[in-house]
Structures are given as C-alpha cells and as structure tokens.
T-cell receptor, first 111, second 118 residues
Framework: GQNIDQPTEMTATEGAIVQINCTYQ??????LFWYQQHAGEAPTFLSY????GLEEKGRFSSFLSRSKGYSYLLLKELQMKDSASYLC????????????FGGGTRLMVKP | DSGVTQTPKHLITATGQRVTLRCSPR?????VYWYQQSLDQGLQFLIQ???????AKGNILERFSAQQFPDLHSELNLSSLELGDSALYFC?????????????????FGPGTRLTVL
C-alpha cells in the first residue's frame, strides 16, 4: 500500500513564501503530482516530478527527493487567490499506475 | 476549463435510490478515472477504465459500478444509496500511457457532480 503525509493546514501572509511538504512511502514510485483545489471545485494540475530536483513554473516550484520519499511545493509572492487546498499525489507502477492522493493541505493566505 | 465534462452538476435524491453520473473525457484521452470526495475528506480513487476496459479498482463499494462506452464516455452507477454516499464525485481523464518510464500521463479533472442523499 501507500502512505502519503502532508500537513492539514497552513497559514501565510500575502506576498510571502510558503513551503508545503509531502512525504510518501510506495513500492513502485512512478511520479509525484501536485494539484490545487479551491473549495467545491475540481483539482487543477500544478506540477509533476519524477526525477530528483526542482521544477519551476512561475510562482510555483516543486522539489522531489526519491531517496527520502519527500517532496515540497513552494509558492512565492503569495496572493489571496492562492488560498486553497494543495494535494500531493503519488503514482505507483505496482498499482496499475493509479494515483493515491494525500489528505491535502489547506492554505489560508492572510492580508 | 480542463476539457472534461460531467453531468449533472448537482443531484439530490433519497436513500435507497439509484443514480447515474456521466463523464466525457478530454479529446484524445483513453483513460477515465472516478473519485469520491466526502466533506473535508481527501480524494478516494474508485475505479479506472482504459479504452473501454476496467484497468484498476480502488475503494469502490459493491453497490457502485461503472463502465466506459465505445465513444469513451463513462458512467458511474450508484445504487441503494445511503446518507454516507453524499459527496462530490469527480471524473478525471488522461491519455492513459501505461508502463512508460517518465511518462507524465497527467490526470485532468472534470467539475464534479455534487450528490446529496436525503
């Protein structure tokens, strides 16, 4: 099976930087995804990591360390609209390449 | 807009009833996935179809079933509904490349169907 852990809630200030961590345990790692989900809406794809290192996409970056089973999502220059849940999901090629999602981190951005 | 469509947007029904949720994948995607998200809960994977065939099964109850049709749209059938089945049901689609190293095969989600069982 898989185990994915991420903090339940975080609070940050508008204009600041926040790092959302995700740790996972899986037998056949085949990629890690980050999604953003506003309340009551669909998850939207943010980033994908399968090799170690940092992937940067504008204000958002995602990092992966496969040996440590660890990823983080870094959000810079926070805006109020970034208040949402951030979901870490791991793909396991020993489980039909299906995605297993963590419980999500609810980020609240304050003025 | 992800390109994945789901109908209906909202559904209100009574316990013991049966409902059908419909999903049309993005153009060119062969895989369809169904997820359940209860209030303040994470996304729970239910089932995956690839080009008409069941590919993977998650925590799907026996009262639930799904299928993917030749035109690649999918339906999720929920029967003998219980209060606890009230949730958001999301469909996602992807190209469905399997066993390809470093393949992204990103899943894109539809807007969801909010099911309320009274």
């Amino acid at each position: 099976g898989q185990n994915i852990d991420q903090p339940t809630e975080m609070t940050a200030t508008e204009g600041a930087i926040v790092q959302i961590n995700c740790t996972y345990q899986t037998s056949g790692f085949n990629g890690l995804f980050w999604y953003q989900q506003h309340a009551g809406e669909a998850p939207t794809f943010l980033s994908y990591n399968v090799l170690d290192g940092l992937e940067e996409k504008g204000r958002f970056s995602s990092f992966l360390s496969r040996s440590k089973g660890y990823s983080y999502l870094l959000l810079k220059e926070l805006q109020m609209k970034d208040s949402a849940s951030y979901l870490c999901a791991v793909r396991d090629n020993n489980a039909g390449n299906m995605l297993t999602f963590g419980g999500g981190t609810r980020l609240m951005v304050k003025p | 807009d992800s390109g994945v469509t789901q109908t209906p947007k909202h559904l209100i029904t009574a316990t013991g009833q049966r409902v059908t949720l419909r999903c049309s994948p993005r153009s060119g995607d062969l895989s369809v996935y169904w997820y359940q998200q209860s209030l303040d809960q994470g996304l729970q994977f239910l089932i995956q179809y690839y080009n008409g065939e069941e590919r993977a099964k998650g925590n799907i109850l026996e009262r639930f079933s799904a299928q993917q049709f030749p035109d690649l749209h999918s339906e999720l059938n929920l029967s003998s509904l219980e209060l606890g089945d009230s949730a958001l049901y999301f469909c996602a689609s992807s190209i469905g490349q399997l066993r390809m190293e470093f393949s992204t095969d990103t899943q894109y989600f539809g807007p969801g169907t909010r099911l309320t069982v009274l």
